[in-house]
């Protein structure tokens, strides 16, 4: 099973889950067998499976606006491809669909309105070691190696006694699944936009950001109290209020299918 995308229907669920079922048990027995090439193996293609049918969910839920839903799906995805990218070949990597999820969960990301997340610093007692349980200090280390896999099994580190010493707001955090806003008060025209274009999560396309001019005219709901349209952070009445022209930021997409004529037209947002 080489292409997980050419035997499993990715949008049925149950058809998913039962793969991914067979997937593990054969690899349970590989594994007891001592069969650490064809276990590892397994490993792979269990992966490969479970980030492309979990792009599938993303997409799916972007598209019926659950979009924080579909943000935690991508970041699933994001992690899954990082390991597997560090235990598969390049073609492996590229053929099993892993390479194409990892191009387009950035760009869906990139689409997303979110820039605030909680990072939450940890002090951890002490790790062990998935594999072999062994309690890892400094100077006593097992053979396994954290990000690699071992007879069908990534090595992971651990964490015990985990206290939380403080809470920060960051813009780029280590885990993304934790945004503090709320997605009532949030634009998600973009991603609205572009999933009206989109009939098969394995589409291609292409964001590209521009600016655009628009008269201020059109501008005549925004209070001199609100942020600036321009999108500086600042309040309107102190940055483009008076400019005959207020520069907007926009996207133009283009996608390999050419666009949806059914698809619903492009909204100005003021
Ligand atoms: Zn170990
Ligand atoms: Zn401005």
Request: aromatic fraction near 10%; proline fraction near 3%; charged fraction near 25%.
């Amino acid at each position: 099973m080489s292409d997980s995308r050419s035997t499993v229907n990715l949008n049925n669920q149950t058809e998913v889950e039962s793969a991914l079922a067979a997937l593990c048990d054969e690899k349970r027995i590989a594994a007891e067998k001592g069969n650490e090439i064809r276990a590892n193996q397994l490993w792979r293609d269990i992966q490969a499976l479970k980030v492309v049918s979990t792009y599938v969910t993303a997409i799916n839920n972007i598209k019926q606006q659950k979009y924080r839903d579909a943000w935690c799906e991508l970041e699933q995805c994001e992690i899954i491809c990082k390991f597997l990218s560090e235990n598969s070949n390049k073609e492996f990597y590229n053929s099993s669909g892993a390479d194409f999820v990892e191009r387009y969960v950035s760009k869906w990301q990139s689409l997303y309105p979110y820039c605030m997340f909680i990072s939450p610093a940890m002090v951890v007692g002490y790790y062990t070691c998935s594999i072999c349980e062994h309690k890892i200090r400094p100077r006593s280390r097992c053979e396994h190696i954290k990000g690699r896999i071992y007879n069908g099994e990534l090595c992971t580190h651990q964490a015990h006694d985990l206290e939380i010493r403080e809470v920060s707001i960051v813009t780029k955090p280590v885990q993304k699944y934790s945004v503090i806003h709320d997605d009532e008060t949030l634009d998600f025209s973009l991603l609205k936009y572009l999933c009206s274009h989109i009939n098969n999560p394995f589409d291609e396309w292409e964001a590209h950001w521009t600016t655009k001019n628009f008269p201020k005219e059109r501008f005549h709901s925004v209070g001199e109290d609100h942020k600036c349209p321009c999108q500086s952070g600042n309040k309107f009445g102190q940055c483009c209020s008076s400019k005959a022209e207020i520069e907007i930021p926009h996207v133009d997409f283009e996608l390999k299918n050419g666009l949806n004529k059914n698809a619903e037209v492009e909204r100005f947002p003021y």
